[in-house]
């Protein structure tokens, strides 16, 4: 009896996201004739297929709005008192998700179209790959990052184009007189001596000097770059500015090479960008404020919906989610 209870509450989950799916998919370009047929097709053949349709079809009319004002899901996702409202809520929040993917749809399915093309190496969301350079240096590219190699006469060149990557390069000795430079959001890490980090975050990059020295710098600052040691790490923007140096423990910063992600009060907006890059689908902060709470915890990236799971609870926050495709952090 429990067996049929279950398959039919994962059926009727099933009948939701499909019909969000379709409801997704009309928001977009024409359907085919062969889209049609299908559609025609799902509809008829079963009564509840409809109904989630029509139910799914009005959710998505109501929550139009939220692409310029997210205040309606505010009082959408107000914790529910009753099983048929916690249901109702799952399904906004799916439909939710479904908004602001659906156009990325492609993007979320096959990666980004610019860095398949740009890109030398790349990792999937959760996959760490180690790639070997034509001068014996070695990458290691953490999850959803790509590389490409800009190897000239003059220098060894790498550009990190998104995500982060752990750097072990081999020395300027015997023949090899090039120095070795690491390129991310406009700016330059030049090896001086041997391992380093960096993680890139759109317009900004955190540097991390592993072993022996790096000098970092800005590509638009109007001031020399600065030389880090062992432990020390600094953050620099694309706009020229570079903050101030830091002290961080190497091993904490490079946990996830062995599987773990460790935070000591971190941004919340800073943890749900490395959980990002983790999974397939995207968790979403709702409002501003949110993402400037701190998080402290030590997650296996095994598990990482334990993680987020964790992170509410010690937040006293909500979250909705449609697997795989988002989470809304409330």
């Known amino acids: 009896m429990e067996r049929a209870v279950s398959e039919s509450g994962q059926y009727a989950e099933d009948v939701e996201q499909r019909a969000a799916e379709w409801v997704a998919r009309l928001d977009g370009s ?3 004739d062969g889209e049609k047929g299908a559609l025609r097709a799902w509809l008829g053949a079963d009564p509840e297929h409809r ?32 099983a048929s409202a916690a249901r109702k809520a799952v399904r906004i929040g799916a439909l939710v998700g479904l908004l602001v993917l659906a ?43 790509a590389i490409a190699l800009a190897y000239g006469e003059d220098e060894r060149r790498v550009r990190l184009l998104v995500g982060e990557a752990f750097f072990t390069v081999a020395p300027r000795a015997g023949d090899e007189s090039r ?29 991390l000097a592993v072993e022996h020295q790096v000098e970092v710098a800005s590509g638009a600052a109007t001031r020399d770059g600065v030389v880090l040691s062992p432990g020390q790490e600094v953050r620099y923007r694309s706009d020229g500015r570079i903050g101030r140096i830091r002290t961080r423990d190497i091993a904490t910063a490079t946990a996830w090479r062995r599987g773990m992600l460790v935070f000591n009060g971190a941004r919340l907006g800073h943890v749900v960008e490395t959980l990002n890059r983790y999974r397939r689908g995207r968790i979403v ?46």
Not at 60 to 70: I, S, Y
Not at 117 to 137: K, N, V
């Open 30 to 32: 024409p359907l085919s």
């Open 51 to 82: 109904a989630a349709f029509e139910e799914a079809s009005a959710t998505w009319r109501e929550l139009g709005a939220l692409r310029h004002d997210p205040g309606p899901l505010r009082t959408v996702l107000t914790p529910p008192r009753q």
């Open 103 to 145: 156009a990325g749809a492609a993007r979320f399915q096959f990666g980004d179209p610019w860095l398949m093309l740009a890109a030398d190496y790349r990792t999937a969301p959760g996959e760490l790959r180690t790639i070997s350079l034509p001068d014996g240096s070695t990458v290691e590219l953490g999850p959803s990052s």
């Open 179 to 207: 120095p070795f430079v690491a390129e991310a959001a406009g700016g330059t890490t030049t090896a001086l001596g041997t391992k380093f980090v960096i993680e890139e975050s759109g317009d900004a990059a955190d540097v």
């Open 285 to 330: 902060i709702l409002e501003t404020e949110l993402a400037q709470r701190r998080v402290s915890g030590v997650f296996p990236t095994s598990d990482l919906d334990d993680a987020i799971d964790t992170i509410t609870t010690e937040l006293g926050i909500g979250s909705r989610s449609i697997y795989p495709l988002i989470t809304v952090l409330y």
